[in-house]
């Protein structure tokens, strides 16, 4: 299967301000992860869907590709549905979804949740990794729960499974997961998950990915063991961001 993947960036994000123009190691936030995504050579090729002009331009400065895509889209995934349904990408059979502010993104998960879609095991991928006590305690880590086959069950910013026994937390250890935002999706299955409408479960714990589960669509969860470095949604997680970029380019790692 031909892989196409997209990576959403919009300019009016409310916690950091014109966040994919940020700056990481001098050089913009989602400039960063196109290189990034590029780089991994999981997807045959790879298009930034944006609504500003401005992160065009600065993208436009490298060799990447991009789609000016409509600014009242309510989710990444409508964006991203919008520009793979261009005639110009017609011939991609999976689309891959990775989020314009993850940086250090694995690639681990991105080809694991994308091998579950190509395989033909699922309509629909993602990915996870071991979820850490202060994943579990927070709201803002989210959390999943699978089926023996790998199928998502239910995502939650609660922590599930919920442990009612204190005897039980070595069992919930083993299997609690904290969910990576990367998607992957047939043709078929995009379509169908942009068409649906907006699900309570999904207004009520702010999370787009239970939409498709509460409409019976099959999402696989590749896990992964490496603990996901997290996305750029604040001043302190820049901060972060490009402390660690510092990091990385003196040893001469890659992230």
Known sequence: MKTLAVIPARLGASRLPRKPLRLIGGVPLVVRVWERVSAMRVADEVVVATDSDEI????RRTDATVVLTDPTHPSGTDRVAEAAALPRYARFDAIVN????EPFVSETAVRGATDLVTSGRFPLGTAAAPATARIMDSSHGVKVVTADDGRALYFSRAPIPWLRDPADAAARDRIARQHIGVYAYTRDALAAWVALPQHPLEQI???EQLRPLAAGLAMGVATVS???IGGVDTEDDLARANARWLELSASGRDA
């Open 98 to 101: 990775v989020q314009g502010d």
């Open 205 to 207: 714990e702010r999370l």
């Open 226 to 228: 490496e603990l996901p």
């Open 56 to 59: 065009a331009d600065a993208l």
